[in-house]
DNA sequence: CTGTTAGCGCCTTCAA
DNA sequence: TTGAAGGCGCTAACAG
């Protein structure tokens, strides 16, 4: 008897209506993705691993866009209270105190990606060891002048740790290591190629000027490239530079950088949040991935 | 009375159940997306152009990745089945007539962006025409000697008919000036710069190689840059080239491109959509978008 | 103009 | 094991 309903399942290609569904069972089987995902190339990288995931499995997922601070604080709000979701994924931002808590009294299992927060699961880059590594990397060509360029640190919007904690790791390498930390070494700039070449440009007119440069991103270490060749300094035999991300472009343009795990992170983080789904345990887990340095052909020893 | 209802709303912060509104009303309030996303930074932009109209909306947005043929099947299969959406966005990409009149008759609303198809509004690109320009382009600096660098035509999984436009329109621009057509000018590889590197290093090697050469995409162009350099070439000035698309990475690099306009092309679909979805008639539609020559630096006249 | 009711398609509980 | 019924929250049609 239960085979001859299987039967005209199959004959009249019934399958449930999803709508009913989710109105019976009060659950809306719907994951969603927060994120800046117009921004960067990674953001969409990681989407990919998330969306890999996800397809897998009975649930559908909708994308929000919280690229501005306005859009992102209603996207949240409308989250918690429309039960939109059964899940939550966010990218690259950390959700503040408020729309945390919010968050977290809704019942939303939440994982971040790329990002911590101490009421959430998250799968998190270990930015500050990348960014040690990088800069130990130079000093193991020997370099003792290591610049070091970056985005202004949590910029308002939509933020995260990242561009921070590389700058700290970048200090705890020299410190290690013995050399002194110089603040005139040190530029901010906004994320794109043409504010990096602006303070790289400042940047090699210091005084002793650095030998070599950690940009915080690739984009920001093609700027300073271009500010190397503006004054006619070759790369890397009068400036070594070491980007961070590994975009796409970078291979093209033999940019030695730090490689990130962006597809395994949304792979991780959508299992993650799976999980706790299934599970119905909303433990704090908290998983971080390793960088890894690729070598190409910006780097080299210093000169003289 | 009215107004006491009103305010109860307020104070209750009370909105409609989208389920149950669903349920109730047989639709899905939801609008999908189908497209191989992962694949370009330009089907991105045009999603971003499509979330920009969209969110101001009180659709929900769904995204589908096609990337290989058997999820676009599936992708499509499921959508007319389901009743998940309202109406679909496709872009990059045509549904072959079977998909295409099953949507038809499932009454779902369809927009193909950056494709053709006789069944549906489209806003696509005119690939002929940027092809034509990007050559006249060429014609224009004096080259006589023109090559075209592009993907295989067609590729199964995923396509429209940008590629083969492309090329139509090189090979109208070399008739219209008397140019004679030269297959061994003609290259097809796979899409990216290490396929193009290599098909443009055969063809610099051709007896009377091109003076110029026009690439179908930037990637592309990229790759024909590489071989150009690998042979000792300059560019321009022993190979002028020229791109198609204008992605992110071109102004760093100083190409001349043929620049389409992605995010007007996701603006433009979502309107419609969301014009037919309103109105209920599903007239056929058809909105051609013109691209631009963006001038930069790997285009001159040829030597001597 | 206000109030009531049936039904959207499913799941869950309870009865047979 | 199978069947019947109530309810999820809303909309639409109808009655007062």
Redesign the pocket.
């Given at each position: 008897?239960?085979e001859k309903i299987r039967e005209a399942i199959l004959e009249l290609q019934?399958?449930?209506?999803r709508?009913?569904?989710r109105?019976?069972?009060?659950k809306s089987l719907t994951i969603g993705i927060a994120a800046a995902w117009f921004t960067t190339p990674s953001v969409v990288e990681r989407i990919r691993g998330i969306e890999q995931v996800l397809s897998e499995t009975q649930y559908d997922l909708n994308v929000y866009n919280i690229e501005t601070i306005e859009r992102r604080k209603r996207c949240f709000a409308d989250i918690v209270r429309s039960g939109k979701v059964d899940g939550l994924l966010v990218i690259s931002v950390a959700p503040n105190d408020e729309e945390a808590s919010a968050l977290r009294t809704a019942g939303i299992a939440t994982v971040l990606i790329d990002a911590k927060g101490p009421l959430f699961s998250h799968v998190a880059i270990d930015d500050t060891q990348g960014g040690m590594e990088a800069t130990n990397f130079l000093i193991g060509y020997g370099h003792k002048k290591i610049g070091f360029v970056s985005d202004y640190f949590s910029t308002s919007a939509v933020c995260n740790n990242s561009q921070e904690d590389r700058y700290i790791g970048y200090k705890q390498a020299l410190e290690m290591n013995g050399l002194p930390f110089r603040g005139e070494y040190v530029r901010n700039c906004h994320h794109n190629h043409e504010m990096a070449r602006q303070v790289a440009t400042e940047l090699l007119e210091v005084d002793k000027r650095p030998t070599a440069i950690f940009a915080s991103s690739d984009t920001l270490a093609f700027g300073v490239i271009e500010a190397a060749r503006d004054k006619g300094l070759r790369v890397p035999d009068d400036l070594s530079v070491i980007g961070y991300d590994d975009i796409e472009i970078s291979a093209y343009l033999n940019l030695t950088t730090v490689r990130q795990p962006l597809l395994e992170s949304g792979i991780e983080g959508a299992g993650m949040l799976l999980k706790a789904l299934n599970s119905g345990n909303n433990e704090v887990e908290e998983h971080v991935l390793p960088t890894k340095i690729v070598t190409r052909g910006t780097v080299s020893s210093p000169r003289n």
């Open positions: 008897m239960r019934y399958s449930p209506n709508f009913a569904q109105l019976s069972l009060g």
